[in-house]
């Protein structure tokens, strides 16, 4: 986190958790992103939208084992197994999820709506071909990408078999096609005749 990001982090006032600031300046900028066309359509947007709220869904769980804890002693679970909730309706906090579930919407609508951290360039800002860094033993271990087992085969020649004669291999060798589209096939495959 940069000196910037962490003034902005610090700046937002709230009792709760913070982990999901960055996931809001990285959606803005996902945005800004689209707006000025660095990202050229919206599946690209969406697709990476999907990916970050995946991430952040992730680190949604890890806060909820964290806070929920798991008795270790067998009694205490069986005890929890029979009444999870407690025995009083007000044991399970559902006014304090709604409650904090507001204030972090009302905080990432209202204060935080397309505020980014000051962008600064890096070394790889302008390197299309940035390659990440390694250690002198861990280069020896690069190794390059797997392109598939058919990347290197050529064609020689390829010669194309227009669509009216597939389909009328396909009709002779008793495989179903509709008779309008053989049809089709046998009259446009036909040698046309000359006009006298």
Not at 97 to 112: F, H
Not at 169 to 176: A, D, V, Y
């Amino acid at each position: 986190m940069t000196a910037d990001e962490r003034k902005l982090f610090e700046h937002l006032k709230s009792p709760h958790l913070k982990y999901w600031v960055p996931f809001i300046w990285f959606g803005n900028l996902a945005a800004k992103a689209r707006k000025e066309g660095r990202i050229r359509d919206s599946v690209d947007l969406q697709s990476l939208m999907t990916e970050m709220n995946r991430f952040r869904s992730w680190c949604s769980l890890l806060f909820g084992y964290d806070w929920v804890g798991i008795p270790l002693v067998y009694t205490q679970v069986a005890e929890q197994l029979i009444n999870p909730f407690g025995e009083d309706d007000d044991d399970f906090e559902t006014n304090w999820c709604i409650d904090r579930n507001l204030q972090v919407s009302l905080l990432a609508v209202d204060e935080m709506h397309m505020s980014l951290p000051k962008m600064k360039k890096d070394i790889y800002w302008d390197d299309s071909a940035a390659r990440p860094p390694y250690t002198l033993a861990a280069a020896d271990y690069c190794i390059p990408s797997f392109l598939g087992s058919t990347v290197e085969m050529g064609i020689s020649s390829f010669n194309p078999i227009p669509l009216a004669q597939c389909l009328l291999i396909l009709k002779n060798n008793g495989l179903g096609c509709s008779s309008k589209i053989t049809s089709e096939a046998e009259t446009s495959s036909r040698p046309k005749e000359k006009d006298d």
